[in-house]
């Protein structure tokens, strides 16, 4: 059975601190690897990973694949109150676009 | 460029009663997805249209169905409401060709309560 699975569920910390996302998947014939964001409305995309080892950034936010050990890691350093959301993790098959969801990790960031 | 819009925004039905959603994606996006995102499941994949034809169906039973027409507008219908069906249904575009990775981009979706 296909599945991503994130940790942790949910984390607090504080203003400039740095936190790390983590999510592990087992998709059949993956292809790809997306991170969003979600506040109380629609997921905004952050990252699309394809290929393992090559880290993508913008800004503060970052986030590596690795396609041995079946995982992502989505970094934000510096952290800032407006980084308060639900991440997001999904993995998709190589045909079409059906992607498989984590629950998500709850961030909150208090000042 | 105009995002995926989604209607109804909310809408509130009884058991047994069916609904339809409608979504219009961003303009060029050939690929439509539809997901349900519920607080103890998260985000479950309903289908995905591409060119007017299902290309993949999740675990859904047969009570939900789709269709999309030839502007890439989609719609998503569930017969005989359960209240299990409560739910935010969220739609999503991509740009994706048939074998090239697209990201997803989600409308504000439609929240469906049955009573």
């Known amino acids: 059975e296909d599945k991503v699975v994130q940790s942790p569920l949910s984390l607090v910390v504080h203003e400039g601190d740095t936190v790390t996302l983590n999510c592990s998947y087992e998709v059949t014939n993956f292809r790809s690897l997306l991170w969003y964001k979600q506040e109380k409305k629609a997921p905004t995309f952050l990252f699309m990973l394809?290929?393992?080892?090559i880290e993508k950034k913008s800004g503060r936010l970052s986030s590596i694949l690795d396609k041995k050990e079946l995982f992502s890691i989505l970094n934000i350093t510096a952290t800032q109150t407006g980084d308060s959301a639900v991440y997001l993790c999904?993995?998709?098959?190589?045909?079409?676009?059906?992607?498989?969801f984590g629950t998500g990790t709850s961030l909150t960031v208090i000042p | 460029k105009a995002g995926v819009t989604q209607t109804p925004r909310y809408l509130i039905k009884t058991r047994g009663q069916q609904v339809t959603l409608s979504c219009s994606p961003i303009s060029g996006h050939r690929s439509v997805s539809w997901y349900q995102q519920t607080p103890g499941q998260g985000l479950q994949f309903l289908f995905e249209?591409?060119?007017?034809?299902?290309?993949n169906k999740g675990n859904f039973p047969g009570r939900f169905s789709g269709r999309q027409f030839s502007n890439s507008r989609s719609e998503m219908n569930v017969s005989t409401l359960e209240l299990g069906d409560s739910a935010l249904y969220l739609c999503a575009s991509s740009p994706t060709g048939q074998k090239v990775p697209g990201e997803l981009f989600f409308g504000e979706g439609s929240r469906l309560t049955v009573l």
């Open positions: 999904a993995g998709s098959h190589i045909t079409g676009n059906q992607f498989y």
């Open positions: 394809t290929s393992s080892g």
């Open positions: 249209y591409f060119s007017e034809t299902q290309r």
